[in-house]
């Protein structure tokens, strides 16, 4: 089956320190994305990346980082330097980015991260 | 800079009813208009995607109208099922020059038996 896969669907992780989450896609798309949601907000853009090895920042990329080494992966690391890290992350691509109304985007299930 | 609205009110509906959800842009109008469903603690999915040359766009049970004088999109759900219950986003381009959509926070919508 094709699709996006996040991991983990939870993540507990104390102050101060980095976490990473996965975004994995078989679909053999050129654009993925990472994106924050919190209650009552629409999804903000962190980072996304329209080929390998080339990123760019979205409205709310600070204390956030991003690589994407291979096509299929786009993992995302929360630093110490995110203010108000705990949100649920979601991970996206799509197959074309020049018009990003043109073309629908695929979510993994999210990764819900709780920082205490 | 654009801002969209949908309704922060969950909408109750009564089954077999159509529901209407509304989607108020502020600015310019966008080349295309998606709508999306996301239920609680998933990643959204993708349902319709309008032009702005389109007034109208159907598939199956929903229908999506864009209204570019109105700054506006409804999305119809029509004989409504409980199985429809589930938060709706909709969500915009910024314009040829940019890569990003910008979402609406999304309207619940509960269908009750």
């Known amino acids: 089956d094709g699709g996006i896969t996040q991991s983990p669907k939870y993540l507990f992780r104390k102050e101060g320190q980095n976490v990473t989450l996965s975004c994995e896609q078989n679909?053999?798309?050129?654009?993925m994305y990472w994106y924050r949601q919190d209650p009552g907000q629409g999804l903000r853009l962190i980072y996304y990346?329209?080929?390998?090895?080339?990123?760019q920042k979205g409205d709310i990329a600070e204390g956030y980082s991003v690589s994407r080494e291979k096509k299929e992966s786009f993992p995302l690391t929360v630093t110490s330097a995110q203010k108000n890290p705990t949100a649920f992350y979601l991970c996206?691509?799509?197959?074309?980015?020049?018009?990003?109304?043109?073309?629908?985007?695929?979510f993994g299930p999210g990764t819900r991260l709780t920082v205490t | 800079s654009q801002k969209i609205e949908q309704n922060s009110e969950a909408l109750n509906i009564q089954e077999g009813k159509t529901a209407t959800l509304t989607c108020n842009y502020t600015?310019?109008?966008?080349?295309?208009l998606q709508w999306y469903r996301q239920d609680p603690g998933r990643g959204p999915v993708f349902l319709l995607l309008?032009?702005?040359n389109e007034k109208e766009k159907r598939k199956e049970r929903l229908k999506v109208t864009f209204d570019t004088t109105l700054k506006q999109s409804l999305f119809h759900i029509t004989a409504s099922q409980p199985a429809d219950s589930a938060t709706y986003l909709c969500?915009?381009?910024?314009?040829?020059?940019?890569?990003?959509?910008?979402w609406g926070a999304g309207t619940k919508l509960i269908i009750k038996p």
């Open positions: 969500a915009l381009d910024m314009g040829d020059s940019n890569y990003q959509l910008i």
């Open positions: 679909l053999n798309h050129d654009a």
């Open positions: 600015n310019y109008s966008p080349a295309y």
């Open positions: 309008i032009r702005e």
């Open positions: 990346s329209q080929i390998v090895n080339d990123f």
């Open positions: 996206a691509s799509s197959i074309g980015w020049r018009l990003a109304g043109a073309y629908e985007q695929y």
